[in-house]
């Protein structure tokens, strides 16, 4: 069983909606990461929280809105998605600040899917 | 700027033999490089990592990479494969660039075949 959870599983909206992605994790990770995901592609980072601060945002439009409430939850916003934008987001927790030599735990992702 | 080439996008190969998933890297400063295994409708999995000291690594489920500088290359290999090692394999560095960003390699579909 992964140590990151990914809820809902599965996720299929359409453009007008609002949805939210949830993550959790109990290993006192204190940076966690988003993560997009296209079918035969590999993972591509949109944001980076450090310490329950955004601390990357890598140019992901607005439509997708991160927070990170606590220490051990982080959400992603969905609002106005375009069809595109149907792919497995993936979560991400590291120990400490965002390190360069440690190690990224995955969940298992949201498969969202964009009508 | 840090890539990372996974040199074969996929890889036949018959239960019981051995295996090996090329990767090489280029990067201007010191390196950390991941191994990760991603099974169907999954997340993606540590398999090892190589931070420093010995250049050979040993991982889970009977995975080991070595490092070599020399070559930039940090190949994964299996003595012996099993059905149950059919995934997609992906290469990532660390180092440099935005902080914790792990650069991955577009990724190796293993298939394994009895």
């Known amino acids: 069983d992964t140590e990151v959870t990914q809820t809902p599983k599965h996720l299929v909206m359409g453009m007008t909606n609002k949805k939210s992605l949830k993550c959790e994790q109990h290993?006192?990770?204190?940076?966690m990461y988003w993560y997009k995901q296209k079918a035969k592609k590999p993972p591509e980072l949109m944001f980076v929280y450090s310490y329950e601060k955004l601390s990357i945002n890598e140019s992901v439009p607005s439509r997708f809105s991160p927070e990170c409430p606590n220490s051990s939850l982080l959400n992603l916003h969905l609002h106005a998605l375009q069809p595109e934008d149907s792919a497995l987001y993936l979560c991400a927790s590291s120990r400490g600040q965002p390190s360069l030599n440690q190690p990224q735990h995955f969940g298992d992702g949201t498969r969202l899917s964009i009508l | 700027a840090q890539s990372v080439t996974q040199l074969d996008s996929q890889v036949p190969v018959f239960e019981e033999a051995p295996v090996e998933l090329r990767c090489n890297y280029s990067s201007s400063v010191s390196v950390y490089l991941f191994w990760y295994v991603q099974y169907p409708n999954q997340g993606l999995q540590l398999l090892l990592k190589y931070l420093s000291g010995s250049t050979l690594v040993k991982g889970i489920n009977g995975f080991e990479a070595e490092f070599n500088k020399s070559q930039t290359s940090f190949h994964l290999r299996k003595p012996s494969v099993h059905i149950s090692d059919t995934a997609e394999y992906f290469c990532?560095?660390?180092?440099?660039?935005?902080?914790?960003?792990?650069?991955f390699g577009k990724g190796t579909k293993l298939s394994v075949k009895p």
């Open positions: 290993m006192g990770h204190r940076a």
């Open positions: 990532a560095v660390s180092g440099g660039g935005s902080q914790g960003n792990l650069i």
